[in-house]
């Protein structure tokens, strides 16, 4: 094997936490939770199957944190009251015990809410109608709706949602806990300029609009403890804005970065199209600009399943670990077969539908048991 991809199979530091390779498993959304928010009776198999297939951790698919406005999605985990703590527990174990950590991504949708079984009105930083059509594979039909424009006191009610997530996360047993800053949520619409036009302290230039998220990723790390693994998730496009790029760039990109690395986070994890792509014409990419400007650990993801450019990103010291998404689910195993040097199965949009969606035979397949 060639001694580079051996560095993909070196143990590294995430936090407080070793991943035995740097083989992450990204987070995504598979709409299979039960009608309550709880864990669905196929997701444990379906985790339990990318840690079995060798990735050093994997994170978990957007879980929403509260019982006012975060929901996104029909069929989405939360993490808002006990019994959906509870429910998260054995798949928590069952990864564990296949020698991956585990980190749950906390998500807000915001203005993105196509479903939410709490509030029939969805809220943003600004009653700005989101652009785009919402996901049709998401049960999504049409536009967004025009979102309200959040209160200070509707605020708070976020920002301690998501602090107790992250405490019943952390009590439930996961290894670490990323909020989602990116892909067009919540805390993304509060940083885009386009979408957060408020006057209050939230809003204005990228430093306040970035106050949201410094304020829940430090009130986080006041609750889940100085050591804790805590990331943040970071990107330029939305899902329902593929293109967007940050207005000030590269001066954006320093920061957006600077700015996280005060708060405590221990990982910032970046997500482009193509990770390796280089960002605005500084000649780097976002991922390398994140380790450079903040000097913490960095995941890079986006069209990394190819072992010659997770390698690439490692080897040059871009990230410290690759997240990889769709060719995870093409082969769940992903790491195991880079490993042996097998060959890895091409992504097909079918292996997108909803676990429950995938008959249970084939899920055994698909996830090795
Ligand atoms: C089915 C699906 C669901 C996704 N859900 C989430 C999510 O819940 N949270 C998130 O941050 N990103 C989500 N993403 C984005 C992925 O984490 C990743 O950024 C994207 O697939 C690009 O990486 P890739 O080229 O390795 O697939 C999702 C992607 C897919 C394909």
Redesign the pocket.
């Given at each position: 094997m060639d001694m580079s991809v051996k560095q993909l199979f070196q143990s590294g530091t995430l936090g407080n936490l070793i991943l035995k390779n740097r083989f992450v498993l990204?987070?995504?959304?598979?709409i299979s939770a039960t009608a309550t928010g709880d864990v669905g009776p196929l997701m444990t198999k379906y985790y339990k199957g990318f840690a079995r297939g060798g990735f050093g951790a994997v994170?978990?698919?957007?879980?929403y944190t509260d019982r006012a406005y975060s929901q996104g999605y029909k069929g989405?985990p939360g993490i808002a009251d006990a019994s959906q703590q509870e429910s998260w527990k054995k798949l928590i174990h069952k990864v564990k015990g296949e020698d991956t950590k585990i980190i749950m991504?906390l998500?807000h949708a915001g203005a993105l809410s196509q479903f939410n079984g709490f509030s029939s009105e969805t809220c943003g930083p600004s009653a700005v109608l989101p652009k785009g059509e919402q996901m049709a594979?998401y049960h999504g039909r049409g536009g967004y709706v025009r979102p309200k424009e959040m209160t200070s006191e509707e605020i708070k009610i976020a920002i301690s949602g998501f602090v107790n997530a992250a405490q019943r996360a952390q009590d439930a047993g996961v290894d670490g806990i990323?909020i989602?800053g990116?892909?067009g949520?919540l805390l993304d619409q509060f940083l885009t300029d386009y979408t957060n036009i408020r006057k209050d302290e939230y809003g204005g230039d990228v430093i306040s609009r970035l106050r949201l998220t410094s304020e829940i990723i430090e009130r986080v790390r006041e609750k889940v403890g100085k050591t804790f693994t805590l990331g943040v998730?970071i990107?330029q496009a939305k899902?329902n804005d593929f293109e967007h790029k940050w207005r000030g760039q590269i001066e954006d990109a320093q920061t957006i970065f600077t700015g996280i690395a005060k708060t405590g986070v221990s990982y910032i994890?970046t997500?482009e199209?193509?990770?390796t792509a280089p960002a605005f014409n500084s000649g780097s990419s976002l991922a390398k600009l994140a380790r450079e400007f903040s000097g913490l650990p960095v995941i890079a993801?986006?069209?990394?399943?190819s072992p010659d450019q997770a390698m690439d990103m490692i080897k040059t010291e871009q990230a410290q670990f690759v997240?990889?998404?769709?060719?995870?689910?093409a082969a769940p195993d992903l790491p195991k077969r880079i490993l042996k040097e097998e060959p890895l199965p091409e992504?097909d949009f079918a292996?997108?539908m909803p676990i429950a969606d995938i008959k249970v035979s084939e899920l055994s397949t698909v996830n090795n048991g």
């Open positions: 990204a987070p995504m959304t598979r994170i978990t698919e957007g879980v989405q991504q998500m594979f990323e989602h990116a892909n949520y998730r990107s899902v994890h997500t199209f193509l990770a993801n986006g069209g990394l399943n997240a990889i998404g769709k060719g995870a689910l992504f292996m997108l």
